[in-house]
């Protein structure tokens, strides 16, 4: 069973940044995709970061590319780092990681709120 422990929300000014952490502990064998989600009010969970595979490659919606840097310490530890935040940066932020064909897993969520 795999557990995601996150770090690294709070408050930040507009143009400031954030680095997000999330540990996993438990049976990390044969994680093949991991990254982050995030959820504002209202609105549906949408992905802002993944890396998957050994060769880590990276994807980004429009929204955050440019802003947003995904990356990973060990199989065990990734980071993002939120640069240029905007107000509607403003959402929970829920990392994951997930096995081919399995659901996926969630740590538990982290407030990022962006405002002067």
């Known amino acids: 069973q795999v557990q995601l422990a996150e770090s690294g929300g709070g408050l930040v000014q507009p143009g400031g940044s954030l680095r997000l952490s999330c540990s996993a502990s438990g049976d990390i064998f044969s994680i093949s995709d991991r990254g982050w989600y995030r959820q504002a009010p209202g609105k549906e969970r949408e992905m802002v970061a993944s890396?998957?595979?050994?060769?880590?490659?990276t994807r980004y919606p429009e929204a955050v590319k440019g802003r947003f840097t995904i990356s990973r310490d060990n199989s065990k530890t990734m980071h993002l780092q939120v640069n240029g935040l905007k107000p509607e940066d403003t959402a929970v932020y829920y990392c994951y990681v997930q096995r081919a064909e399995s659901p996926m897993i969630w740590g538990q969520g982290n407030q990022v709120t962006v405002s002067s």
């Open positions: 890396i998957r595979g050994g060769g880590g490659i």
